[in-house]
Every structure is written in C-alpha cells, then in structure tokens.
C-alpha cells in the first residue's frame, strides 16, 4: 500500500522557521521525483519545490528561493522541506508528492500557518 505521511507543520511567528518531512513507503522511494506543493484557501494548488531522483536536482518557486530548502534521504525514504524566514503568504496546506513517469502520488497534507 502506497503511503506519504506529511508531519511537521504547526503554528509559527513571521520570521520563524519549520521542518517538513514526508515519509514513503509502499514504492521505490530513490525512483522518484519527490517535491512539495502547497495550496491555500481560495487558491490553486501550486508547486513550492522539487528535487530529482537521480543527482538531487532541486528546483523552486520564486516566492520561496533562498528561504525554503528540498531535500531527500533515499536510506529513510524522507523527503523533507526546511522553511526559513517563513511569511503570512506562506500559509497554506503542505502536500508531499512522488512522480514516476504517469504515476503520482499524494500525500494528505500538513497545515502551515504563520500568523503573530
């Protein structure tokens, strides 16, 4: 059974920082391209990150460069998301995503709230 647990949101202040981490199981995690997605109430989902199954390619939104950090642990089947200097803007529900040619998964998402 294919599963992407999401964990690490929360509540955080303007400025502050949080770690996401997704953890894969039921597929062959290094195959993947894994990235994050956000979406927000009102708005469409929107890619934040990703990062490539071979070479650790990343790539990011504008919104985020410089501030938020992909990467990925094949041993532990983790990908993970460092989020520095987060902004209200950054609000939204986290969703893990694994991609293999047609095939894509979906985690069940983590809120994210930066809010003083």
């Known amino acids: 059974q294919v599963q992407l647990v999401e964990s690490g949101g929360g509540l955080v202040q303007p400025g502050g920082s949080l770690r996401l981490s997704c953890d894969a199981s039921?597929?062959?995690?290094?195959?993947?391209?894994m990235s994050w997605y956000r979406q927000a109430p009102g708005k469409e989902r929107e890619l934040v990150a990703g990062i490539t199954s071979v070479g650790g390619v990343t790539n990011y939104a504008d919104s985020v460069k410089g501030r938020f950090t992909i990467s990925r642990d094949n041993a532990k089947k983790t990908v993970y998301l460092q989020m520095n200097s987060l902004k209200p803007e950054d609000t939204a529900v986290y969703y893990c995503?694994?991609?293999?040619?047609?095939?894509?998964?979906w985690g069940q998402g983590t809120q994210v709230t930066v809010s003083s």
């Open positions: 039921g597929f062959t995690f290094r195959m993947y391209a």
């Open positions: 995503r694994a991609h293999l040619v047609s095939t894509i998964y």
